[in-house]
């Protein structure tokens, strides 16, 4: 079975930061695409980060330059740091895995969520 657990998230002063952590198992990196999708209150889920089997990090525009998305393979956990954090950031942050790799793809696999509030 496929399991993803996020951590991490919480309440942050604008410009702060937050890491987040998702601990995943019966997922092979060399097989699935990880990501970061978030979805804020009455909005649409969007993609923010993806790292494929190569560790290639891929970024929406509105984080690029301040989220960063890493995989420790070792340890079977995704991260993603979030510096200068704003307020439009405010979400439930979901960690995903799939077969492909793009912002905009339809992951198969999704964690519970972690709730993110920028204030």
């Known amino acids: 079975d496929v399991q993803l657990v996020e951590s991490g998230g919480g309440s942050v002063q604008t410009g702060g930061a937050l890491r987040l952590s998702c601990a995943f198992s019966g997922v092979h990196y060399r097989g699935h695409c990880m990501g970061w999708l978030r979805q804020a209150l009455g909005k649409e889920r969007e993609g923010d980060a993806v790292i494929d089997r190569f560790s290639w990090p891929a970024y929406a525009d509105s984080v690029k330059g301040r989220f960063t998305i890493a995989r420790d393979n070792a340890k079977t956990t995704l991260f993603l740091q979030m510096n200068s954090l704003k307020l439009e950031d405010s979400a439930i942050y979901y960690c995903?895995?799939?077969?492909?790799?793009?912002?905009?793809?339809?992951?198969?696999?999704w964690g519970q969520g972690t709730q993110v509030t920028v204030s």
């Open positions: 995903v895995a799939g077969p492909q790799c793009f912002l905009e793809s339809k992951f198969d696999y």
